[in-house]
């Protein structure tokens, strides 16, 4: 893992909050993004080859654990955890 987002995130609603999960290795490992218990919000793009989960729109509804999978194919896979909390008015 060299770089990837704080454990406990907070975005705020209405706005865009991104994600960030990179891994190193060789071959370059495919990241796979999952939230808990749920599906994907529907307002995201994934920037930087994937590395990178971005809501575009924060709602409510994103709140939850966000699971982070890579993967090359040699060694064993990493998974890495971030709770996003979303604060609103």
């Not at 060299?2 to 995130?9: D, G, M």
Request: proline content about 4%.
């Amino acid at each position: 893992m060299q770089y990837a987002t704080k454990r406990n995130t907070v975005a705020l609603r209405g706005q865009s909050v991104s994600l960030w999960c990179i891994v190193g290795g060789t071959p370059l490992p495919e990241i796979k993004w999952a939230k808990k218990g749920s599906q994907l919000p529907n307002d995201i793009e994934y920037d930087n080859y994937g590395k990178t989960l971005r809501i575009k729109n924060v709602d409510f509804d994103a709140e939850g654990n966000y699971d982070c999978d890579a993967s090359n194919g040699v060694g064993s896979p990493i998974s890495y955890s971030v709770h996003l909390s979303v604060y609103g008015n």
